[in-house]
């Protein structure tokens, strides 16, 4: 089974969220951004180059121009390479564990597992973040040490931000699939 | 409840306490809201020949400056010898040592168990090492340009005019810098003076101006108000006449500087004192009267 | 993510995360209130425990209560304490005795998302050190929400410093819509400060929980016992008891004084003791948590406070609720506090504080002092929080009747009410701000600002589920132990 959602991001940009239901025990949430606009990328550009122009009418030195070029090149890789996410992915099956799967503009694709002994549970936070309180889906790991104790909060869906409707969206399907591990425990 | 229980009567009277439901709004504003308002009660009265007479402490200080400035004038033009000055000088010195001791019939010595043996050592002391050291303060300033040297001068003697010890009881109040600005102004001024005895009579004569002056006058004020007048009076008079035999507008604008701060301000002061509004209530800190030191020591 | 909200631990699953609608909120005649200070726990004091406890007790009364304060070290981010209070600990620059620096402006980005998330509809800011208090209240009335301002301390007129504070806190007042002060004194007080109106000022005292200080006659001492409670700074008269220990000392040999507090005063508490060689008889207790405050009191006979100036003195309706006889200077709001027959008053002097202690020791010898059980009783009925709740909500009522200055006349207001020179300068600012706040509403418009999940409230999430009390606010140390 599979459908899709249109969810915002706590700018008010647009989210897709794609839920794949395999079985009962293993489900897949797929949240995608919009891909690199070629109008934002245009303006990015001739922005630095304007100032680029700008800047050698001063001191006239054509090196300007050529690290302009360079500059956005270079920026361009690094962005689509590094930090432009167009995909996160939440994968979560039952006796296996969690996995999260961001893939980069640039179809690099960086993934983490958290096998699901070491989770504790899947909750909604609360955080203050740059001039905004957002709410954000995480995975609380336990503690090896203390068997209340926590060790460690992993943010989902980190580079999305989707705001709260979706989180809940999948904090559900979470929460189900958690309580039906609880209900037939496995040995992990 | 301890108090008699609340009554709903309209008679009710509102009271001023917190421990009682009371039958009135919280916000209710009654007719005895402020009565313990109190305005000025600690405004003093001024009376103006008082304030006046007060105001004779700032015109000595600014004769004083006034003075120094001249007799250094005329030391620079080489209009006066160094050792006339110095005549002068050690004799009004020592009849202002006899005055000191006349005035309260030798109380403050005895209060402070300071003998003459100690007095007639620490003068010695300072002449000799001023005499010593004078060649030393002529070269002193050589390498420095004679414009920073008025500059710092004139601001050392502002300096010393505003933190000189009035009676004021404020922060900025500090006798030891007011008399070390001095003391700086008169070593800058000394330097550029044509010898070395030059310069050594001119410290000398600042601290004569500067610290023994002073202590005087205090003592005057305190002992004999009238003859106080007349010597701030008199001094007045000095300092304008010798500024006059330099510079006549000098001399105008300093007379009306000296008038503007006795007769004005003290006019002013006056005035002002009406517009005053202190508001005092129940709301102010409490102040400690005792001293409590005793309990202590 | 800059600031994690509760920590991560000490998190169960959330339970409760059903978006509310907020029309919901606004029919019945319930608020929801947003207390801004910068002083709350961990800090301790009288402000932080009236907000503690008037939050507590708004919640109890079906009201949506949030409390948004500066990080106090690593307390950063949202935390809840007991019944679903949510505490909002911003990461603002604090600058001065825990007070934030103001620039009038960096605040708002912040404060404005959690009113909006919050749906909060009146703000109510505590205590006049506070900068962001005031802070919020300007944003407040930016954005149209009602404010109320509760004052918790009185000020002079005479220093440079106060005519400063009084200034701005005419600016800050003279569009608020309802200022609360604790005794009637203290309504004077701002009242003149602030050039206010006296309608709009109510008074509400302060309240102690009569059953954290009960009596326990059993813990005295054998011998005559004076207690003193408070901290040892010259504002609370320290210096007073300097006298007055070695007097009575000297007078009554089986009299004892144990004083708890902490202060840079403590010196001369401990040379007066060293000087007298009292080492037997006055205890230095330092510095005490506010839960071993009534164990300290209940030793003693005598309650002894020598403050300098009072807005509403606590400790001595604490004193007395443990039923001990209190002896007190006659300063700022403490002579409506308690009744005559249960406080000694007398002037702020040593003289005066002895006569008085003397008449108490007096009466303790000849036993004519009712039991403490008697003064307990007496004393539970006059402030309870729950009545300061109750009277609070009368104020929030009234404010939610009343309508917010529109900004032309908020600005005329501010001209011709805080002078010339001032008043210009903050319609100036006011401007600004409103300016910077349409900015915001273009950059994030409220409607893409998701709503809070309410704890607390007629919707509240928590106060119907999860009967075995979630341990949330675990770390909350000051609870309410009923």
Not at chain 2, 102 to 120: H, I, Y
Not at chain 3, 79 to 105: D, E, I
Request: charged share 20%.
């Amino acid at each position: 089974m599979e459908d899709e959602l249109s969810f915002s991001d706590i700018y008010g940009g647009r989210l897709a969220l794609q839920r794949r239901y395999y079985s009962p025990s293993c489900r897949e949430f797929c949240l995608s951004c919009p891909r690199l606009s070629l109008r934002s990328l245009t303006a990015v550009t001739c922005t630095v180059w304007l100032a680029a122009y700008g800047l050698f009418t001063l001191c006239e030195n054509s090196m300007i121009l050529s690290a302009a070029i360079f500059i956005t090149l270079l920026g361009l890789l690094g962005y689509l390479h590094f930090v432009k996410i167009d995909q996160e992915t939440l994968l979560i099956i039952d006796s296996l564990g969690i996995q999260m799967t961001s893939s980069y503009a640039s179809g690099k694709e960086s993934t983490t597992f958290i096998e699901m002994g070491k989770v504790k549970d899947v909750i909604i936070n609360e955080a203050i973040y740059m001039q905004k309180v957002i709410y954000y889906l995480c995975i609380l790991l336990n503690d090896p040490v203390e068997p209340h104790g926590i060790s460690q909060v992993v943010p989902v869906f980190q580079s999305a931000k989707p705001r709260l409707d979706c989180l809940i969206e999948v904090y559900r399907s979470c929460q189900e699939i958690l309580a039906h591990r609880k209900a037939t425990p496995t040995s992990s | 409840m301890c108090a008699q229980p609340v009554t709903d009567t309209p008679e009710t009277r509102w009271q001023k306490v917190l421990y009682e439901r009371q039958p009135f709004p919280d916000n209710y504003v009654d007719q005895r809201f402020l009565e313990e308002l109190r305005k000025n009660i600690h405004a003093r009265k001024y009376q103006y020949w008082a304030v006046v007479f007060e105001s004779s402490v700032v015109i000595q200080q600014l004769c004083s400056v006034c003075v120094f400035g001249v007799i250094w004038w005329y030391m620079d033009q080489g209009l006066l010898a160094p050792h006339w000055l110095f005549g002068t000088g050690l004799a009004l010195s020592l009849i202002g040592y006899v005055l000191f001791d006349l005035l309260d019939g030798g109380e403050g010595r005895r209060k402070s168990g300071r003998t003459r043996w100690a007095d007639l050592k620490s003068a010695l002391v300072f002449i000799t090492f001023t005499y010593g050291f004078s060649p030393v303060l002529k070269t002193l300033t050589e390498s420095v340009s004679t414009d920073t040297i008025y500059a710092m001068s004139v601001f050392m003697l502002l300096g010393h005019l505003i933190f000189f010890d009035y009676g004021a009881n404020a922060a900025i109040v500090s006798s030891a810098l007011s008399l070390n600005m001095a003391i700086f102004a008169s070593v800058c001024l000394a330097s550029r003076l044509p010898r070395s005895l030059h310069a050594f009579i001119m410290v000398t004569f600042a601290i004569q101006m500067f610290a023994l002056w002073p202590m005087l006058q205090k003592k005057l004020k305190a002992c004999t108000p009238r003859s106080y007048v007349g010597v701030t009076l008199l001094f007045a008079c000095s300092a304008l006449g010798g500024l006059l035999s330099i510079s006549v507008v000098g001399a105008t604008l300093f007379a009306l500087l000296l008038v503007s701060i006795s007769c004005l301000c003290p006019f002013y002061l006056i005035r002002l004192q009406l517009l005053k509004e202190n508001i005092h209530g129940p709301w102010d800190e409490a102040e400690i009267k005792e001293d409590l030191s005793r309990f202590l020591s | 993510m800059a600031y994690q909200g509760g920590g991560g631990h000490d998190h169960g699953p959330s339970p409760a995360l059903y978006p509310v609608s907020p029309e919901s909120l606004f029919t019945c005649r319930t608020h929801n209130i947003c207390m801004v200070s910068d002083f709350f726990y961990p800090n301790m004091g009288g402000v932080e425990s009236h907000i503690y406890q008037l939050s507590q007790c708004l919640i109890e009364r079906g009201h949506k209560v949030i409390i948004v304060t500066h990080a106090y070290g690593n307390r950063k981010g949202i935390r809840y304490l007991t019944k679903g209070l949510k505490v909002y600990y911003l990461p603002l620059k604090v600058m001065y005795n825990q007070s934030t620096a103001t620039t009038l402006f960096h605040s708002l980005p912040l404060l404005r998302y959690i009113f909006v998330r919050e749906r909060v509809t009146i703000i109510h800011s505590h205590s006049s050190f506070s900068a962001m208090a005031h802070d919020a209240l300007f944003h407040a009335k930016t954005m149209g929400l009602r404010t109320v301002f509760t004052d918790h301390s009185l000020f002079g007129f005479a220093d440079v410093s106060s005519v400063l504070t009084n200034k701005l806190l005419t600016v800050s007042l003279c569009d608020t819509n309802h200022i609360i002060c604790v005794s009637y004194t203290s309504k004077e007080n701002t009242v003149l400060r602030a050039a206010l109106n006296p309608e709009i000022v109510s008074v509400i005292p302060n309240a102690v929980d009569p059953t954290d200080f009960t009596p326990d006659p059993f813990r005295r001492h054998g011998s005559m016992t004076i207690v003193i409670v408070s901290r040892l700074v010259y504002r609370k008269g320290t210096d007073l008891l300097s006298g007055i220990i070695p007097k009575l000392c000297r007078k009554y040999q089986d009299l004892n004084f144990i004083i708890g507090g902490e202060g840079p005063k403590r010196i001369i508490l401990e040379e007066v003791r060293e000087r007298y060689q009292l080492h037997d008889r006055v205890r230095l207790l330092g510095a005490l948590e506010h839960k071993d405050v009534r164990n300290v009191l209940v030793q003693g006979h005598i309650f002894l406070n020598t403050s300098l100036t009072e807005a509403f003195c606590m400790a001595i309706v604490e004193a007395a609720s443990c039923g001990l006889q209190v002896v007190s200077t006659r300063v700022g709001g403490i002579p409506e506090v308690l009744p005559e027959n249960l406080i000694i008053l007398c002037e702020p002097s040593v003289k005066s504080l002895c006569e008085g202690l003397e008449k108490a020791i007096s009466q303790l010898k000849s036993g004519t002092l009712p039991a403490p059980e008697k003064i307990h009783n007496i004393v539970k009925t006059f402030y309870t929080w729950r009545n300061v709740a109750e009277r609070t909500e009368k104020v929030y009522n009234r404010v939610a009747g009343e309508t917010v200055l529109p900004m032309d006349k908020r600005l005329e207001r501010l001209m011709s009410h805080c002078g010339p020179v001032t008043g210009c300068i903050f319609a100036l600012l006011a401007v600004f701000n409103f300016l910077f706040l349409t900015f915001l509403r273009w950059m994030i418009p409220d409607s893409i600002i998701d709503v809070a999940v309410d704890a607390t409230g007629p919707k509240g999430a928590w106060t119907n589920q999860y009967p075995y009390g979630r341990k949330r606010g675990g770390d909350n140390e000051t609870s309410k132990t009923r």
